[in-house]
């Protein structure tokens, strides 16, 4: 678990009572020093987001995986609305968006 103390401008972000990083506000800046890189952010959350994803990164569930890697099929999700009333007079070119070229 990531920790952080507040020093007098800005943190010292640590884990397992190690030093990742060290930041500070600057011209209206967050900037970040970890592993011998400055990043900037807008605040000091947005840094400690940042450390988080690197050091505690969350695995997505297999569900959601699935969205990623299942293929779609857009023909089928088109023609469930194919008949509905409300689309009646519109013609095919306008309800598959097909522009003239």
Do not use: C
């Amino acid at each position: 678990m990531i920790k952080f103390i507040e020093t007098n401008d800005g943190y010292i972000f640590n884990r397992n009572n190690d030093i990742l990083a060290i930041g500070m506000y600057e011209n209206g800046s967050f900037h970040l020093f970890h592993q011998e890189k400055v990043l900037s952010f807008d605040n000091a959350i947005q840094a400690f987001s940042h450390l988080g994803s690197i050091y505690n990164p969350s695995v997505a569930s297999p569900k959601t995986m699935e969205l990623f890697t299942k293929p779609s099929r857009p023909i089928d999700n088109m023609s469930k609305w194919m008949n509905n009333p409300v689309l009646d007079n519109i013609p095919k070119e306008v309800f598959h968006a097909n522009l003239p070229r």
